[in-house]
Every structure is written in structure tokens, then in C-alpha cells.
Nanobody
């Protein structure tokens, strides 16, 4: 059984920062890439960032230079440091991993950027 639990969302003013966390548990979680997606109200889910199993970060153009993905393999936890947040970053952020061809998702954490 694979479980993903996100945390760290909240209300932040434009230009602010939040650090999102995703704690993973279950077989295989430490040996796979981990990713963040987000879904804004009324929009489809979009990919934000991935950290490969070897630690290489990949970013969507919309967040490059503002967001930083990282992971602590000992804790089976990945992080998304979000800086200079703008209103268009308002969304529910989801953690995702793929093991054996099966996608696993967390319940999401809501990030609201508003003055």
C-alpha cells in the first residue's frame, strides 16, 4: 500500500513563499521519481516539477526559477519550495509517484495567493 500525504499549503500574499511537503510510505517509494502537479479551479491538472530517482530536478516553464523541488530519501519525503508566488499559482498541489506502472496521488494541499 502506497500512501502520499501533502502538507504546507495556505494563504499567502503575492510575492510570498510556501514550502510544500509530501510524505510517502509504502514499498518502492524510495526508488522512484516523485512529482508535483497542480490544479487550479476550473482548469485541468498540470505538471509542475519532477525530481528523478537520481535527484535531477525538472520544471515546467511557468515555475522555473521560482520553485525548487527536492527530496529527503531517508524520510521518503519530497518538498516544493515555492517563491515569488503569483495569483496564477493558486491551485491545489498534488504529489504523484508511479510504481510498476501504477500512478499514486496524494489528497492535495491548497495554495491560495491573494492580497
Amino acid at each position: 500500500q502506497v500512501t502520499l500525504v501533502e502538507s504546507g499549503g495556505g494563504l499567502v500574499q503575492p510575492g510570498g513563499s510556501l514550502r510544500l511537503s509530501c510524505a510517502a510510505s509504502g514499498s518502492g517509494v524510495s526508488t522512484t521519481a516523485m512529482a508535483w502537479y497542480r490544479q487550479a479551479p476550473g482548469k485541468s491538472r498540470e505538471w509542475v516539477a519532477t525530481i528523478t530517482r537520481t535527484g535531477i530536478p525538472l520544471y515546467a516553464d511557468s515555475v522555473k526559477d521560482r520553485f525548487t523541488i527536492s527530496r529527503d530519501k531517508d524520510k521518503n519525503t519530497q518538498y516544493l519550495q515555492t517563491n515569488n508566488l503569483q495569483s496564477e499559482d493558486t491551485a491545489t498541489y498534488f504529489c504523484q509517484i508511479v510504481i510498476g506502472g501504477i500512478e499514486y496521488w496524494g489528497q492535495g494541499t491548497l495554495v491560495t495567493v491573494s492580497a
